[in-house]
């Protein structure tokens, strides 16, 4: 795989449940030598998809990655029609209220409260 590939392969490995990783753990999920995941979690980290620090940094996603997907929700027309409507029922009901759109794996997420 590319490093594209498998910079994409390590991000899909966050989720609800798992909000940091180690190398060690990378590697086993993604069946790749530690050496390689090493070298590719610090360059993310460089570039400011992952944060981490320390001689056995637990990685997180990093700032960029939010950045990026601000610009994204900002420019999303689904997101754009559907927010006044879910901030109009949030206000008249008192409930958190969410746009959700499924494609493929990922799901993409605003709250309207």
Do not use: C, W
Not at 10 to 34: D, G, Q
Not at 93 to 113: C, K, N, Q, Y
Request: proline share 3%; aromatic share 6%; glycine share 8%.
């Amino acid at each position: 795989m590319s490093t594209l590939e498998n910079s994409i392969a390590i991000l899909r490995l966050f989720n609800a449940e798992r909000h940091e990783l180690t190398v060690t753990e990378a590697s086993r999920m993604l069946t790749m030598p530690k050496s390689s995941v090493a070298r590719l979690l610090t360059n993310m980290r460089d570039l400011g998809l992952l944060e981490g620090s320390g001689r056995q940094p637990r990685y997180r996603i990093g700032p960029l990655f939010f950045e990026i997907s601000q610009q994204y929700r900002l420019r999303s027309s689904l997101i754009e029609k559907a927010e006044s409507v879910i901030t109009s029922l949030s206000g008249e009901t008192g409930a958190h209220l969410f746009v959700r759109r499924i494609r493929s794996e990922t799901t993409h997420i605003t709250d309207g409260g």
